[in-house]
């Protein structure tokens, strides 16, 4: 039986090193999956995954996160980024990473990428938005989107076609193009 994620949280806070155990326990198997996913390679995605727990340490406390999953993924990203950067094998970014974020390119808007409220503003929008879709929709953009599959494996996990995903994508961009659009934003 796992711990739970508030159990586990407690640990951090009693500074238990069980709580790096537990996490591993419970969460890594799926960390290792996406880190995977993100580097294409086994020892690269074991180094990202250390790097998150060793950041989930080093954070938590003061930080209390809500959902520890997807803190932990969230650290796990900036990991993976970190390591891609390091890599003087590749010396950029796998287009593997960054080519489903292009699909979004049309409909976010353009601008200084350093305005943070702008940024903080548009990821709300965003998180709204995605909060607002069916748990199938959510799915699809949070896989493809965030955990950075692709159209076969969001395809294959639902039983569905390519072209089925493919087209349930596009309706979410579309939705979410209106709903920049009401926000305010010049797309």
């Given at each position: 039986?796992?711990?739970?994620?508030?159990?586990?949280?407690?640990?951090?806070?009693?500074?238990?090193?069980?709580?790096?155990?537990?996490?591993?326990?419970?969460?890594?198997?799926?960390?290792?999956?996406?880190?995977?996913?993100?580097?294409?390679?086994?020892?690269?995605?074991e180094e990202c995954v250390n790097d998150a727990y060793l950041a989930a340490w080093n954070s938590i406390p003061p930080?209390?996160?809500?959902?520890?999953?997807a803190y932990l993924l969230t650290l796990l990203r900036h990991?993976?980024?970190?390591?891609?950067?390091?890599?003087?094998r590749a010396r950029r970014i796998p287009k593997k990473l960054?080519?489903?974020?292009?699909?979004?390119?049309d409909i976010l808007p353009g601008g200084d990428a350093d305005d943070a409220i702008t940024e903080r503003e548009l990821s709300d929008i965003i998180n709204?938005?995605?909060r607002q879709l069916n748990?199938?929709?959510?799915?699809?953009?949070?896989?493809?989107?965030?955990?950075n599959r692709s159209l076969n494996e969001i395809a294959k996990k639902l039983d569905v076609?390519?072209?089925?995903?493919?087209?349930?994508?596009?309706?979410?961009?579309?939705?979410?193009?209106?709903?920049l659009i009401k926000e305010g934003y010049d797309l």
């Open positions: 039986m796992y711990f739970t994620d508030d159990e586990i949280t407690a640990l951090f806070f009693d500074r238990d090193e069980r709580a790096l155990t537990e996490t591993d326990r419970k969460y890594g198997e799926y960390l290792k999956a996406v880190a995977a996913n993100m580097t294409d390679d086994r020892r690269d995605a930080n209390r996160p809500s959902s520890l999953r990991a993976a980024l970190d390591v891609i950067k390091k890599d003087k960054y080519a489903p974020l292009d699909g979004l390119a709204g938005y995605v748990q199938r929709q959510r799915y699809v953009f949070i896989s493809r989107y965030y955990l076609s390519r072209s089925t995903v493919n087209k349930e994508l596009a309706e979410i961009k579309s939705g979410l193009k209106e709903k």
